[in-house]
T-cell receptor, first 117, second 114 residues
């Protein structure tokens, strides 16, 4: 498909377990973002990848959260030792990157709904 | 630094009435401004954006927004609401150049009554 895809669409896990969330960005998009959206809240920035540069991890809430992007394409967000407060929708977005007028438009995936019991 | 304020977490209108969703921003440099819409159980979708040029921008589904620098605002409007417009709307600010990360508002839930 041409859009951003995320998997799984839903994930239920037990407190203390690790989870991995996957994002496939649009082909050719060099920028990739992860956000967290809790019920009734806006989008909380987590991490940003741009090309081969070091990722901006300034939004990660704790060291239990990490993300990687392999080959400049697919990204995986990992949450270790999940807590109930990690329950949220995790959204991935990609954009062209760079500095042009179209570079900042983000294309979002449908999200992964994580429930930690 | 940049920030976005969306006034009103919920806006309720009747079908056929004017829709007005407010967004104010702060940015130390000329901003890029966006409105995104999120339907239930879906990701965000771009409605419209302002980068440079004409300050009145038109988007999908009959929505438009006007960039007013003097008021640091980018309010979203639609002349006549439709039931299908019920969704969550997010305003975002970014800027040209570099790797600046967009900042999103907290969102406004639009409720449309028959």
């Amino acid at each position: 498909g041409a859009g951003v895809s995320q998997s799984p669409s839903n994930k239920v896990t037990e407190k203390g377990k690790d989870v991995e969330l996957r994002c496939d960005p649009i082909s050719g998009h060099t920028a990739l973002y992860w956000y967290r959206q809790s019920l009734g809240q806006g989008l909380e920035f987590l991490i940003y990848f741009q090309g081969n540069s070091a990722p901006d991890k300034s939004g990660l809430p704790s060291d239990r959260f990490s993300a990687e992007r392999t080959g400049g394409s697919v990204s995986t967000l990992t949450i270790q030792r999940t807590q109930q407060e990690d329950s949220a929708v995790y959204l991935c977005a990609s954009s062209l990157g760079g500095s042009g007028r179209g570079s900042k438009t983000q294309y979002f995936g449908p999200g992964t709904r994580l429930l930690v019991l | 630094a940049q920030s976005v304020t969306q006034l009103g977490s919920h806006v309720s209108v009747s079908e056929g009435a004017l829709v007005l969703l407010r967004c104010n921003y702060s940015s130390s440099v000329p901003p890029y401004l966006f409105w995104y819409v999120q339907y239930p159980n879906q990701g965000l979708q771009l409605l419209l954006k302002y980068t440079t040029g004409a300050t009145l921008v038109k988007g999908i589904n009959g929505f438009e927004a006007e960039f007013k620098k003097s008021e640091t605002s980018f309010h979203l409007t639609k002349p006549s609401a439709h039931m299908s417009d019920a969704a969550e709307y997010f305003c975002a600010v970014s800027r040209s150049g570099g790797s600046y990360i967009p900042t999103f508002g907290r969102g406004t839930s639009l409720i449309v009554h028959p």
